[in-house]
């Protein structure tokens, strides 16, 4: 049994989230997005987290994860207790994802209102479990989960569930085809265009509706690469508003490949710098093939020459803004990439729109639509714009990459702007960081000191300096930075450990001298940590050991500690002994990017170099380096120059001066469709390739309430009109081919079973999902199927098998027995109903048949042979052929014998394939006709 809900709140479009349960007691929460609204539009998933076993990521943007970092902030006891899952390139794009809505929604920062820090989100995705394409794991008890690549996003993933006899596979967004760096979803086998088999024929298919172009990727590509040129010749700027981890990377390296080294500025506005940028040149095994080598290639250049302008995502090919008002500034043609696809306050792609709006001469290209409602949001304003005008000249027509003369205004009224913290206000909110970050040090201190009096982990330093480099050493050292005051860190419960009253020193995260704040911490933890770097340090430099075992210091071993020599090699029977780890890459098995550095004085999220010497680490810095760790301080620390969000109607601000609280636009606008999603004759064709049997379109979240009732608009209505047409006609062929039934067709049936079957047909269910509604497919309260349930064959039935071998490669074997049902769970106060006593924890046992039932079954019973395999042309045709009859394929796949006998292979269904077609044998009957039905029944076995 499957059911499926798709959870939203009540305005139904500031969040959703995919809840699956399988067999009634594996749930499962997938993709929970926010739009940043407001934090409370997740209150609605609480009771649901109480039951959740585990949670999916399938991609790393808002539209998929920008919720999962606040549920950890709003419920952290439940979700410390549930399993998270993605790919390792979604775990470490989606901490600069989050990092960005979260500060365009003034939850991180220096804002007076965040309740988040850049260490915090760090943690959260720390707790993800990291998988690679194709690695199935066991999330739960006999539940595989298997990610597959998506082609939508860097790392993105559509995922296959595995249960019993259940299989699911989850794709929201996906892409049918590969664009300049990312390969097409893994849905078909690469080599011969078919679908991978395990794949073909799951109980549901979940997929998203929001269909993508018609166009091939290359002739939105050239469009997109006209209106940029056409820009640029004009004097004017392209403004390109997209998605930070999701879309960015395809327009850069687009536009990076195009221009090569035209003196353009290509212009980067983002808060977390580019740091995106730095984590790409660590994925590639995550890109196509193609960049992949590519990647090489420079990386042999900079070996070579130094020069990593050969990289297509170095930092180095954008050039890094400060703030949008330095925009205007830049005269001449540029290229301005602004995080933000929805435009909304607070985003920086909204503050580039106030200051280029007004310039006959910039463009607006739109790539992609908005995934979060339409209520005062620009994106889609300005998308319904340019459909309007689109229409009006192009005859009623509307093409990706039509620039339109857009002369329009945008309502301010909810738009707000960010002013510094003076006097009480700067005063409390200091303390309100302060007090968090000291209680979040001693909550470090507390969980370090119980490990080492429960014995548990003292650092396990035997595995972690292997696994983990020294990076992760020095995770547990707490580094935030605390105003100047006295303190005395008191932890509950250990009043009889002396305590130490330190100074805490004021340090800022990025400090860079060097100097590693204090904090108050127990003798014990402090001597721990002491003996421990004594140890580290001096196995570094070879130097001899001499350690004084106290009580404050509880050794792992109640022995004389003995630490083997690192530089000692092993050997065995064949030689050295070879750690395969030594010759791993670090970008393969370090998945834990931080967006903040965890070691104390050391650089801050965002700097490229891993001196510990903070001043050395200055005066290596490119100017874009020092640049971009400017900005990361500027906007994400939230101690220095702290600000507040005010109305723009109450800061006293230009924009307020104007009751009408508008701004004029007047510039040009264009819409070319780069969002990297399937289109929608792909889509069905490679749903009717891998035959699900129900088939759950997700809505189609880019539509508004004027258009979700036109199938031209909403892409929900589109999908389900096409499909049902297509098994309209899949029907009526199915209907004309019975006719070919006759006297001289043979199928498999028939040499199965002796006699004509039926033809049967399975229909694909389509199921459009709406908010709140669960979809239930297979057995539920009110009822029972029975093919939902395992049978155990018992020992005395597995002896007694007889065993045949077909085609080399499989053995079947024919099964009699008795059925025995063992109840589970069963409500005895009940009356004892079938639909109360079986349910999905029955065992179903096959048991020897009982001697005395066989008397009263007729004679005869049971005594049938049972021919069972598939018979595959090419095969037969050597078997023809080695009875020395003349066998050719002539046509499309009809072999013909002695020139007077037809063998083909039909299917009825849509279905039907390869593996479930009929044998069609044309021709006159005759000794030669009854030759080739033995070679036929010579390739089956029979049981």
């Avoid at 009771?47 to 999916?56: A, E, I, Q, R």
């Avoid at 170095?314 to 500034?329: A, G, I, M, N, R």
Wanted: net charge negative.
């Amino acid at each position: 049994m499957f059911t499926f809900t798709l959870l939203t709140p009540a305005d139904g479009h500031s969040s959703k989230a995919s809840l699956m349960t399988i067999d009634g007691d594996v749930n499962i929460l997938a993709d929970i997005s926010w739009n940043g609204k407001d934090h409370h539009d997740l209150d609605y998933l609480q009771d649901t987290l109480k039951s959740v076993n585990l949670v999916l990521l399938s991609h790393s943007t808002p539209e998929f994860i920008g919720g999962y970092a606040l549920l950890c902030l709003k419920f952290p006891e439940l979700m410390k207790n549930i399993k998270v899952y993605a790919t390792s390139a979604v775990s470490q794009l989606g901490r600069v994802s989050t990092v960005e809505l979260y500060r365009s929604v003034g939850l991180i920062g220096p804002l007076k209102d965040a309740v988040l820090e850049v260490s915090d989100v760090d943690e959260y995705f720390d707790r993800v479990i990291s998988l690679k394409y194709y690695q199935s794991t066991n999330a739960l008890e006999r539940l595989a989960i298997t990610p597959y690549n998506s082609g939508h996003t860097l790392g993105g993933s559509f995922w296959l569930l595995q249960r019993k006899l259940e299989k699911i596979i989850y794709a929201p967004s996906w892409n049918h085809s590969k664009d300049s760096f990312l390969s097409a979803a893994s849905f078909l086998s690469s080599s011969t265009g078919n679908p991978l088999s395990q794949l073909v024929r799951p109980t549901a298919l979940v997929t998203g509706t929001d269909v993508g172009s018609n166009l091939s990727h290359k002739k939105r590509s050239e469009k997109f690469l006209q209106l940029v040129d056409g820009t640029l010749a004009n004097g004017g700027t392209v403004l390109l508003p997209t998605t930070i981890s999701g879309r960015f990377l395809e327009l850069l390296h687009l536009v990076d490949e195009h221009l090569q080294s035209a003196p353009i500025p290509v212009l980067f506005l983002s808060y977390s710098g580019t740091n995106v940028l730095r984590y790409a040149t660590n994925l590639l095994e995550w890109m196509s093939p193609s960049l992949s080598k590519e990647l090489e290639n420079a990386n042999s250049i900079v070996t070579n020459t130094g020069n990593r302008n050969h990289f297509p995502f170095d930092p180095s090919k954008v050039d890094l803004v400060s703030t949008p008002y330095e925009l205007t500034q830049m005269a001449g043609p540029k290229v301005v990439f602004t995080s933000g696809v929805d435009l909304n306050s607070g985003e920086l792609s909204s503050e580039a729109l106030r200051v280029l709006c007004n310039d006959e001469k910039t463009t607006i290209i739109l790539t992609e639509k908005t995934h979060f409602g339409y209520d005062n949001n620009v994106n889609h304003k300005l998308y319904q714009e340019w459909i309007r005008l689109c229409k009006s000249k192009n005859e009623g027509n509307i093409e990706d990459g039509i620039a339109v003369p857009l002369e329009t205004q945008i309502d301010l009224s909810d738009w707000s702007l960010e002013e510094d913290l003076v006097g009480n206000e700067l005063t409390d909110f200091r303390e309100k960081i302060n007090l968090k970050r000291k209680q979040k040090l001693i909550e470090q201190v507390r969980d370090r000191k119980n490990k080492v009096l429960t014995g548990e982990n003292f650092e396990d330093s035997s595995s972690s300096d292997d696994d983990d480099d020294d990076d992760d050493d020095d995770d547990d050292l707490p580094v935030a930075p605390l105003e100047t005051a006295e303190s005395q860190a008191t932890t509950p419960g250990t009043e009889d450990i002396k305590k130490v009253d330190v100074k805490i020193e004021t340090v800022s995260p990025t400090t860079t001298n060097g100097t590693v704040p204090a904090i108050a911490v127990d003798d014990a933890a402090a001597h721990e940590a002491l003996v421990t770097e004594s140890i580290k340090s001096s196995f570094e430099q070879n130097l001899p050991l001499d350690i004084k075992i106290t009580n404050k210091l509880r050794p792992r071993h109640a022995m004389f500690p003995f630490f083997a020599n690192k530089d000692k090699q092993d050997f065995d029977d064949y030689g050295a002994i070879i750690n395969p780890k030594d010759f791993e890459k670090k970008d393969d098995t370090n998945t834990k990017f931080s967006l903040e550095n965890k070691r104390a004085g050391a650089r801050s999220w965002g700097t490229n170099n891993d001196s510990l010497d903070g001043n050395q680490n200055q005066n290596k810095l490119t100017p874009q380096e020092m640049l971009n760790n400017e900005i990361i301080k500027r906007n994400l620390d939230a101690l220095f120059h702290p600000r507040k969000r005010v109305a723009i109607a109450s800061s006293g601000s230009t924009y307020s001066a104007n009751n009408s609280q508008k701004i004029s636009i007047r510039c040009g606008l264009s819409f070319v469709d780069l969002s990297g999603l399937v289109d929608l004759r792909s889509l069905s064709l490679i749903i009717s390739s891998l035959k699900p049997s129900n088939l759950l379109l997700l809505p189609d979240t880019s539509v508004d309430a004027e258009t979700k009732d036109d199938p031209e608009a909403n892409g929900t209505l589109k999908i389900e009109q096409v499909l049902k047409l297509q098994q309209a006609q899949s029907q009526q062929n199915d209907a004309k081919s019975s006719i070919l039934k006759s006297v001289r067709f043979m199928s498999l049936e028939a040499i199965r079973a002796g006699n004509l079957g039926n033809i049967k047909t399975s229909k694909m269910e389509i199921l459009p999902l709406e908010s709140n509604s669960k979809i239930t497919i297979g057995s539920d309260d009110n009822g029972l199927d029975v093919g939902d349930f395992e049978v155990k064959l018992d020992d005395a039935v597995s002896d007694q098998l007889q065993w045949h071998t077909i085609d080399g490669s499989y053995r079947v074997a024919q099964v009699q027995g008795q059925l025995e049902v063992r109840y589970k769970k069963a409500n005895h106060k009940r009356q004892k109903t079938i639909n109360n006593i079986l349910n999905q924890s029955s065992e179903f046992t096959l048991k020897p048949v009982d001697p005395s039932s066989t008397e009263k079954l007729p004679s005869g019973a049971n005594k049938n042979k049972l021919a069972i395999g598939n018979i595959r042309l090419p095969e037969l045709k050597r078997k023809l052929m080695s009875k020395n009859m003349n066998a050719e394929f002539k046509g499309e796949g009809t072999l013909v014998v002695n020139d007077t006998i037809s063998i083909s292979k039909i299917t009825y269904g849509s279905n039907d394939g390869d593996d479930t077609g009929d044998i069609e044998i044309k021709g006159q009957f005759g000794p030669l006709y009854y030759q080739v039905k033995e070679c036929i029944r010579e390739l089956l076995a029979y049981v």
